[in-house]
């Protein structure tokens, strides 16, 4: 019966044009690699994935055109709020609460919305259609992340520690709230040294970088748990390599790189630090494909 209920919600997930696809079972990881560009609303694929076993369910929300805001609840007696954080904040609700406050914008609690296993809560939001947002961590506050391009959440239906997610208001998810999608904008970044990529002398060279990038990236985002991390640090080994070279503009890969941990599970701070140590270590042994660009 169980397994019946969970196919009904995945199915219903993706008649709203929300991309699905398998996760494994009482889990929150993905059961197949390239989980993002896999994702679908086929519902002949769709069934027959779910024929073959009892997944749980990811949505993948860039392809859904969905950001999800995700209000966490503390993990153990010492996940406390920063100092500095406003009185009577106990979780990501009350985060957001004090966050929309300051803003003097109501808390956006109408539309569709899920409770998670560990008594979180999603927000769903149709993405606004420029900028791309990505995922965030921590950005908007103390427990609160958000889905975006490049990130996933657990669809309602699964159920992860014998707990399940469930709807709790079945709203069509409303537009992402403008005062929430100015503070998700990325700032400008920086004047960068013009390390772009350079123009190739051949086909082949071109076709040797881009398989070392695509080969890097695929490093991490086929990373078993437990070996995420290490994954990504020696991709940023080898790709900080090529940026001392000059092959590869470092802003290109750093964005690359910590997208791809973040879809893996990874938090953006940590996925960054990591990053930027790949990079640096890297940078000390130059790498080139042979004639440069002037």
Not at 216 to 227: H, M, N, T, W
Request: hydrophobic letters at 40%.
């Amino acid at each position: 019966m169980h397994h019946q209920d969970t196919l009904r919600a995945v199915l219903r997930s993706a008649d709203q044009g929300w991309h699905v696809f398998p996760l494994v079972s009482g889990a929150k990881s993905p059961a197949i690699r390239a989980w993002e560009t896999r994702a679908t609303t086929d519902t002949e694929r769709i069934a027959a994935c779910w024929a073959v076993g009892d997944f749980n369910y990811g949505i993948a929300a860039g392809p859904s055109r969905l950001v999800v805001v995700d209000l966490d609840v503390p993990k153990h007696a010492d996940d406390v709020p920063p100092a500095g954080a406003p009185t009577g904040v106990t979780d990501g609700a009350n985060t957001l609460a004090a966050l929309a406050d300051d803003h003097g914008e109501p808390y956006p609690s109408a539309t569709y919305t899920v409770r998670t296993a560990s008594g979180g809560t999603h927000l769903y939001f149709t993405a606004p259609t420029a900028p791309a947002l990505r995922n965030t961590a921590g950005a908007l506050g103390w427990k609160i992340d958000t889905r975006a391009h490049g990130g996933y959440v657990v669809g309602a239906g699964s159920t992860v520690g014998g707990n399940r997610y469930t709807v709790v208001d079945d709203a069509p998810p409303a537009p992402l709230p403008r005062w929430l999608t100015t503070l998700l904008t990325p700032a400008p970044l920086p004047p960068q040294r013009p390390v772009a990529v350079p123009v190739f002398a051949d086909d082949r060279r071109g076709t040797y970088l881009d398989a070392a990038f695509n080969g890097e990236v695929r490093r991490v985002e086929s990373a078993r748990e437990g070996g995420r991390n290490n994954a990504l640090y020696q991709a940023a080994v080898a790709l900080g390599q090529l940026v001392a070279g000059g092959e590869l503009g470092e802003t290109e890969v750093a964005e690359t790189l910590t997208t791809a941990a973040i879809g893996r599970g990874l938090a953006e701070p940590d996925a960054r630090r990591t990053v930027a140590s790949g990079l640096r270590a890297g940078a000390k042994r130059p790498r080139s494909f042979g004639r440069r660009a002037a």
